[in-house]
């Protein structure tokens, strides 16, 4: 395997697990929630979202993806805005998006209560197709779909419910870590990782 495909995984949802609900101060209710919380305002197809997030997880998202070259795709219902809007105003280091669309969930588990969730549950099943790696997926709702015996080719893989009201919390990133540090990138000199 080179290039991406030598590379582990991580899908990552944004509102609710970036973007949470809770307070700037949600911090002194819940221990285990990253301080140094922000508020910014996100323009994307002619509408401004108000988003609220810890420059402290997205510092620790970017240090894990430099230290274990996974390739990181957003997977959430920003879509392109990912790349587009997120990334420059949060700096994360993600490598792109998956493009999905609610249909693409048709069929699947929990496809008429949450067809996003079933849309984006289907993507990762269908992305371990012959060359599968090991992935993350942090979702705060459409993990609760997922069915790792639906995987195409079985992997090793860890799936992570957030709270939308804190996101991910130490506890949270401490396990991504574990689980990045475990199945490092395979990527040979000259090539991304």
């Known amino acids: 395997m080179t290039g991406a495909a030598a590379r582990p995984l991580l899908l ?20 285990a929630v990253p301080r140094h919380w922000q508020q910014k305002l996100l323009h994307a197809d002619g509408m401004a979202y108000r988003v609220r997030y810890s420059w402290e997880v997205v510092r620790r998202l970017n240090h ?6 996974f390739e990181w795709l957003w997977l959430t219902t920003w879509r392109e805005h990912g790349p587009q809007t997120i990334r420059p105003a949060l700096r994360t280091l993600d490598d792109g998006h998956i493009a999905w669309n609610a249909s693409d969930g048709q069929g699947h588990r ?3 209560r949450d067809p996003n969730g079933a849309a984006k549950t289907a993507h990762v099943e269908w992305i371990n197709g012959d060359e599968a790696r ?32 804190w996101g991910l919390t130490n506890d949270d990133l401490d396990r991504v870590e574990e689980f990045f540090a475990a199945h490092p990138s395979h990527a040979g000199p000259g090539e991304q990782s």
């Open 12 to 31: 990552l949802d944004f509102d609710g697990v970036l973007n949470i609900d809770a307070s700037r101060g949600a911090y002194k209710k819940n221990p």
């Open 134 to 165: 090991p992935f993350v997926w942090i979702d705060d709702e459409a993990v609760r779909w997922f069915d790792p015996s639906r995987l195409r080719t079985p992997v090793e893989h860890l799936a992570v419910q957030t709270d939308p009201m």
């Open 64 to 69: 894990m993806r430099v230290a274990y070259g």
């Open 110 to 112: 929990g496809y008429e």
